[in-house]
């Protein structure tokens, strides 16, 4: 009976399994299943951290160029409003310039004009001088000097 209480090999195999190493094998696999999930949930945290202080950095910088940006944005209605409320005055002065300018020109256009005309006068004032010399002894003009005044007095105005 002893014979009964060993255990034969199953037909068709040569030797009996070893359950050992397979179990071994399996347990290392899970193990190292194991470890590579805990390596994968390490590395997310971190990159998560990392990430996230750059993200905070980020965001505390973009909020305070916005505070700045509304900042300047309301400074610049601001200035805009009164600029729009001192606008005649910023015509008004513009329109002063340019009169200052206009009657500048005016002013130097009179006095070409007066330098001119008194030039003209010296002329005329010389040309008449002259016809009185060339009048007679007795006061008649001569043709000469007829013609030359009512040639000026003929010309362009």
Do not use: C
């Not at 009996?16 to 190493?21: D, E, Q, V």
């Not at 750059?54 to 409003?81: D, S, V, Y």
């Not at 200052?100 to 005309?117: G, H």
């Amino acid at each position: 009976m002893a014979k009964d209480t060993t255990e034969e090999p199953q037909p068709g195999h040569g030797r009996r399994k070893s359950t050992g190493t397979i179990n071994l094998l399996v347990e290392t696999r899970r193990q190292a299943s194991d470890e590579y999930m805990r390596a994968q949930r390490a590395e997310k945290a971190y990159r998560t951290r990392k990430n996230a202080t750059i993200a905070r950095t980020t965001l505390r910088e973009t909020k305070t160029h916005f505070r700045e940006g509304f900042e300047h944005l309301g400074q610049g209605f601001k200035g805009l409003f009164a600029v729009a409320r001192a606008a005649p005055y910023l015509v008004g002065e513009r329109r002063e310039i340019w009169r200052r300018k206009a009657d500048a020109k005016k002013r130097l256009r009179a006095e070409e004009m007066r330098t001119k005309l008194e030039k003209k006068l010296a002329r005329d004032y010389a040309g008449d001088e002259r016809d009185e010399e060339a009048e007679g002894p007795e006061g008649e003009k001569s043709e000469a000097g007829s013609l030359k005044k009512e040639g000026k007095k003929g010309g362009k105005k």
